[in-house]
């Protein structure tokens, strides 16, 4: 069964800084991944996809992502955060089969000013 | 480009009382899904449809739940005889092809049992 953890329940930044949320997946082949962002009481909000190809992928909002294969491994990064990407982050795969998305825990995120 | 739709945003029932939420797919999708964030938890799935077929539905809780998706009209998930554990944010995507297309999600609908 395919399963996805994000070890960081809570991060918090500066206005400004670098950020990188982890993501680790469990699943037999190459998965379909995903980041999506949730601000308090909305719904999930797609930031970024990794169906095939290229490693490393760009999203919306200024983030990226990156498919490390051998290390089971797909973390969201962004050069310089800005106070209103201050949300809960959640990774999540898809088998290549389809159907379900299977969540981790999900990041809050905390920007400081 | 209409996204995803969910009504009600909040909805208040009380311990015993039926809760139907309903789901409008984007345009052109036939897909939805059911997914539900429990307090302090991630979002868990429930059941996917097609139109008038439940093609996956072994997230969702043996009794009291049932979910469809008329061939006319929007997805219904509904929930029977509601306890205080049902309170959690519901929400529904759609996609528009089965080989794990992008799942687009609505704003959730909120649901308080007092």
């Known amino acids: 069964a395919q399963s996805v953890t994000q070890p960081d329940i809570h991060i918090t930044v500066s206005e400004g800084a670098s950020l990188e949320l982890r993501c680790n997946y469990s699943?037999?082949?190459?998965?379909?991944l995903f980041w999506y962002v949730q601000s308090p009481g909305q719904g999930l909000q797609l930031l970024l996809k990794?169906?095939?190809?290229?490693?490393l992928v760009q999203g919306i909002k200024g983030f990226e992502a990156e498919f490390k294969r051998s290390q089971s491994s797909f973390n969201l990064r962004k050069p310089s955060v800005h106070w209103s990407d201050a949300a809960e982050y959640f990774c999540?795969?898809?088998?290549?089969?389809?159907?379900?998305?299977?969540f981790g825990e999900g990041t809050q995120l905390t920007v400081n000013p | 480009n209409a996204g995803v739709m969910q009504n009600p945003r909040h909805l208040v029932r009380r311990r015993g009382q039926e809760a139907r939420l309903r789901c409008s797919p984007m345009?052109?999708?036939?897909?939805v899904y059911w997914y539900r964030q429990l307090p302090e938890e991630g979002l868990k799935f429930m059941v996917y449809?097609?139109?008038?077929?439940?093609?996956?539905e072994s997230g969702m809780p043996k009794e009291r739940f049932s979910a469809e998706f008329p061939k006319e009209g929007p997805s219904i998930l509904r929930i029977q005889q509601v306890v205080r554990g049902d309170s959690a944010a519901y929400f529904c995507?759609?996609?528009?092809?089965?080989?794990?297309?992008?799942?687009?999600f609505g704003p959730g609908t909120r649901l308080t049992v007092l």
């Open positions: 449809l097609q139109k008038e077929n439940i093609i996956d």
């Open positions: 995507a759609s996609s528009g092809r089965l080989e794990a297309d992008t799942q687009y």
């Open positions: 990794y169906f095939s190809g290229d490693t």
């Open positions: 699943y037999g082949a190459t998965p379909y």
């Open positions: 345009k052109g999708h036939s897909h």
């Open positions: 999540a795969v898809v088998g290549t089969s389809g159907s379900r998305l299977t």
